[in-house]
């Protein structure tokens, strides 16, 4: 069974420019999560969808970050404006039942640096 | 919001010895997961363990909710076992959803 993809797996570019990271959750979950990895915060929630829709996206650093989830099986966050701060591995994860007496599946990560 | 305490914090082993890993939780749990971080990034899932006790080859894991803390068991450990363990729960009186708190891991390394 395919687990959650992500993609691009590596993403370089300089300070300004728009980034756009890309999710498949596994299919028939309805919970997506994006989190995001720093060594000085470790793993920290960004924003959960439920059946599509936006729940919590209290964890959005600012207003350069943006997530969207169009239909069931699709999922983007973008930075526009990129800073060098934003530089991590962010990772998406889904699951069933908005992941309460359920496991969340990790994807690979997308490891991202900005110049 | 809960806070999830990870001990030790480094761990160094030979190759073929046992160990065990903890996690301690400040708050009650309806979900708790144990992960492998691998050298190349990748978050692993090894238990869904919000209560009780697993076991899954050489590892096993129990969550003992009342007392708010799981461990986790490595034996006869490999080179592959390497890496960074992580525990992470969401807080059931928290949020009406999933929200996984993590802990700051444990980085294993296991040499031959």
Known sequence: DAGVIQSPRHEVTEMGQEVTLRCKPISGHNSLFWYRQTMMRGLELLIYFNNNVPIDD??????????????????????????????AVYFCASSLGGGLGQPQHFGDGTRLSIL | GIQVEQSPPDLILQE?????????????VNNLQWFHQNPWGQLINLFYIPSGTKQNGRLSATTVAT??????????????????????????????????????????????
């Open chain 2, 16 to 28: 073929g010895a046992n160990s065990t890993l903890r996690c301690n939780f400040s708050d009650s």
């Open chain 2, 67 to 112: 007392e708010r803390y799981s461990l986790l068991y490595i034996s006869s450990s490999q080179t592959t076992d390497s890496g960074v363990y992580f525990c992470a729960a969401v807080n059931a009186g928290g949020t009406s959803y999933g929200k996984l708190t993590f802990g700051q891991g444990t980085i294993l390394t296991v040499h031959p």
């Open chain 1, 58 to 87: 209290s964890g959005m650093p600012e207003d350069r970050f943006s997530a969207k989830m169009p239909n069931a099986s699709f999922s983007t966050l973008k930075i526009q404006p990129s800073e060098p701060r934003d530089s």
